[in-house]
């Protein structure tokens, strides 16, 4: 029996040899066992697999995963983006029909067009010719003869000339660009053809050599090149056949371009949104021209002025921020979390990017997002902004902070969320007053058209805009941005008037804006048209 007096080393002593050897290497492989257990520690920590969960919470989307199973973000957008869609309600069926394949990714292109339910298209047909391509090709005709553009090169000529080109003009004032026109009839036809259907997607596929980054797809730059040039083409013909008396050309030029404006719009990425914004800016261009330079007369001023009404509304920039923009960011932490930050400019020295705890930059920037969401969806431009400011500080702070080297140590994972997110500074702000500049630009122009038919109706302008309504217009809006009337000022003989918002500085610049000298941020439509510089 057992001395109770015993501690448990002396107990081992007085035990038989035997029991005294065994205990001992029991005791040297539980320590190597402890040691092997910290080195497979370390080693995970410093070399294992990134940290992070998949969750609703951190990487927002569960489903669909990748082979490689994270989740997979192309897919999901492109989910969300094809619902309701069919070949046959698909704008994008024409307009790439119009566009040709060229632009897509020969990669891709089976699936791209598959996604859209048609072949596809021949590598040469009747495409768009854009700017560019138009001026190549003219210059390399008229290599060496006399036919080559006077005043410098092709492409300069024909953007001088569209410049000319925002007020009536016939085919003598502007020959390249009635050529360019011309040379594009055919597509142009299918664009305006798909500009009348009441959907638009265009597939996200994820390129297939980027296997963590996928929402960088090359067919994004293209729908927003060849759409600018569509818009040029439409605002510039739309002005040329006002010069020319056809007006119901005129106009359904400048419809169907602002509905191609709503369409790329409806794109899943924030791009195509503000490319959509920049169409439909085009478009209200070419509209001040015809409602002060078309000689409508009430009736067809009052109908065009209820076209633009019925049109439909641009999707929630919201939106954007909530998929596309959302997703894009967790997709980059994501990225950088398996590939380390190689090629992103990430660099805060050669820590193993294992250390990090990628939930915290999941879980930051979803919250940031959220906030973001709910800033763009506040009811009045006010609300809006303060959100916004309050947003911007806090991503100003974030880059500040993530140059604090001691952060590499103690907060590691702060850092890491503090620097992605503060790539997104200040993209975000000016694309929502963007969105503000359109809402507010669109009530001008639907003034102006209510204007235009009082005039006809008159023989002048009305000298108040409260004269408008209801008769020329159910009810004149107030500005957007000072929530106090719009400001008019029209001339004393009625033959023209001055009509402008404050804008997004909430200043009276008198009715300067920032093609103006001096630059004024008032938003404005004023006829008869004075020299750049005079308000």
């Known amino acids: 029996m057992s001395d109770p007096t015993l501690t448990a080393p002396d107990e081992i002593a007085a035990a038989p040899r035997g029991v005294r050897r065994a205990v001992k290497i029991l005791f040297a492989l539980g320590g190597a066992f402890l040691v092997g257990l910290v080195l497979f520690v370390v080693w995970r920590e410093m070399y294992g697999p990134p940290r992070f969960t998949i969750s609703k919470e951190t990487t927002y989307i569960t489903e669909p995963l990748r082979a490689d199973g994270l989740p997979d973000y192309a897919a999901a957008l492109d989910a969300m983006a094809s619902e309701g869609v069919t070949p046959e309600n698909n704008a994008a069926v024409l307009y790439w029909q119009a566009f040709g394949p060229a632009e897509v990714d020969p990669a891709l292109r089976a699936e791209f067009f598959a996604k859209l339910g048609m072949p596809v298209p021949p590598a040469a047909g009747d495409y768009i010719v854009t700017e560019s391509a138009f001026a190549a090709e003219r210059d390399r005709l008229s290599a060496g003869s006399a036919s080559a553009a006077p005043g410098g090169t092709t492409l300069d000529v024909l953007f001088e000339q569209m410049d000319r080109g925002d007020e009536p003009w016939l085919p003598a004032d502007a020959p390249l660009l009635a050529e360019w026109i011309q040379r594009n009839e ?264 209510a204007l235009a038919a009082y005039r006809a109706d008159q023989g002048e302008y009305a000298p108040a805009l409260a004269d408008l309504a209801p008769k020329y217009i159910a009810a004149v809006p107030d500005d957007l941005f000072s929530g106090k009337p719009l400001i008019y000022r029209p001339t004393e003989d009625g033959s023209g008037y001055l009509l402008y918002s404050v804008g997004q500085n909430e200043i009276d610049d008198g009715g300067r804006w920032i093609d103006d000298d001096p630059e004024g941020d008032d938003l404005v439509v004023r006829t008869p048209t004075p020299e750049a510089g005079t308000p």
């Open 186 to 449: 055919k597509p142009l036809a299918l664009i305006v053809e798909g500009t009348r259907r009441t959907h638009y997607y265009r597939p996200v596929i994820a390129p297939p050599d980027d296997g963590h980054s996928p929402l960088g797809n090359d067919t994004l730059l293209a729908v927003a090149q060849h759409s600018r040039g569509v818009a040029r083409l439409l605002s510039n013909r739309a002005t040329q056949r006002l010069a020319e008396g056809d007006v119901e050309g005129a106009k359904d030029d400048l419809i169907a371009c602002h509905r191609l404006a709503r369409h790329i719009a409806q794109g899943a990425s924030l791009i195509e949104w503000l490319v959509g914004v920049a169409i439909d800016a085009m478009a209200r261009h070419g509209d001040t021209v015809l409602a002060q330079r078309g000689g409508l007369s009430s009736a067809d001023a009052t109908e065009y002025r209820e076209r633009l009404a019925d049109l439909p509304p641009f999707p929630p920039i919201a939106d954007k921020f909530d998929r596309y923009e959302r997703f894009f960011y967790l997709s980059v932490v994501l990225y950088v979390a398996h590939d380390g930050a190689e090629g992103l400019e990430f660099d805060q020295g050669a820590l193993p990017m294992s250390l990090v705890d990628w939930d915290v930059a999941l879980l930051e920037g979803n919250e940031f997002f959220d906030s973001l969401a709910d800033a763009a969806r506040a009811p009045t431009a006010a609300d809006r902004r303060m959100r916004l400011d309050e947003l911007d500080r806090g991503l100003r702070q974030a880059a500040k902070d993530a140059a604090m080297p001691t952060r590499l140590v103690a907060d590691r994972s702060g850092l890491a969320a503090d620097m992605l997110l503060a790539n997104f500074l200040p993209g975000h702000t000016v694309a929502v007053k963007s969105g503000e500049r359109t809402l507010m630009e669109t009530d001008l122009v639907q003034l102006a058209f």
